[in-house]
């Protein structure tokens, strides 16, 4: 990983960070496939904005961009957004970010087999098994990072392990197809794509009802549409492209501070030493992954 590349994987830990923590708060309040059309479809509207007050003066009309952005809005954010954000009716968001800071060893694990550029060595295989076994530590221990659950539901687990392998999935497909076309218009085809596939289907799977939505539930979809969905998904798209696969995917170790610190503070979820314990053998072994040879 560059120095340069330190400044933006830092934002986009705290963006996506954050976002958590606000998605935490709305899943009591919104049905998680409804919270998660809703965010992309104004996301999509963010980016439309864009091209309607921009010196953009049309949406992107090259055929092969659309081919692939909507594949990628599709299993790349819809898949892996919904089931993150179901995961939170069963853990904090706390223990979500932990479990999806594993997600570079995932990565680079895609990486090797379809990036000629991104191959395993020794070091990158003990990294990845020190992060994966943090991550079986918290399985194990059943920590939910909620004050008023003591055993975790597996449901929440394997939603969160679903996620990451159609993620790092999109990470690799993005930076093995996708290399040579415009970040933004990109992103824009992808937001649409995905909300196109998420919100009917909650329509028809669980309805539209939000009686229970208040206030502050509004607040929280808003800010996660804006810093979590449209400004996020353009900057990890940015850092793909930029700074290759495996240095994008060390977001991963600023997710978990930025969701740990903000669901203590402000949703009372706890911090216990176990998950200490399993962050700190998630974060030796992504280091070691990343760890460059002389």
């Given amino acids: 990983m560059t120095i340069q590349a330190l400044p933006y994987i830092i934002l986009l830990g705290f963006f996506f960070g954050s976002t958590l923590v606000a998605s935490r708060f709305s899943v009591g309040q919104f049905e998680p496939t409804t919270y998660i059309g809703l965010r992309l479809a104004l996301a999509g509207l963010g980016y439309t904005a864009v091209y309607a007050f921009s010196r953009r003066q049309h949406w992107p009309t090259d055929r092969r961009l659309w081919k692939h952005a909507i594949v990628l809005g599709v299993l790349g954010t819809a898949v892996p957004m919904t089931f993150i954000v179901t995961s939170l009716q069963y853990q904090s968001s706390g223990i979500t970010s932990l479990l999806v800071t594993t997600s570079p060893a995932i990565t680079v694990v895609l990486a090797h087999f379809f990036l000629g550029d991104e191959r395993l060595d020794g070091k990158k295989i003990s990294g990845v098994l020190l992060a994966l076994g943090g991550a079986a530590l918290l399985a194990l221990r059943g920590e939910s990072g909620l004050p ?112 740990g610190i903000g669901g203590a503070l402000l949703l009372n979820e706890r911090i216990t030493s176990f998950m200490l314990v399993g962050m700190a053998l998630i974060m030796a072994g992504i280091a070691l992954i990343n760890q460059k040879h002389r």
Wanted: aromatic share 12%; proline share 2%; charged share 10%.
């Fill in 148 to 259: 008023d659950v003591a055993q975790s539901s597996s449901i929440g687990y394997i939603l969160v392990l679903v996620a990451m392998l159609f993620g790092s999935g999109a990470t690799i497909y993005t930076r093995k197809y996708m290399r040579d076309l415009d970040s933004f218009d990109v992103s824009s085809v992808r937001m649409v794509a995905a909300a196109a596939a998420v919100l009917p289907l909650s329509v028809i799977v669980v309805g539209f009802d939000l009686t229970a939505v208040t206030q502050q539930g509004y607040i929280a979809l808003g800010y996660a549409a804006l810093v979590g969905t449209f400004a996020g998904l353009l900057l990890a798209f940015y850092n793909i492209k930029q700074f290759g696969a495996t240095a994008a995917a060390m977001t991963a170790y600023i997710i978990p501070v930025f969701a």
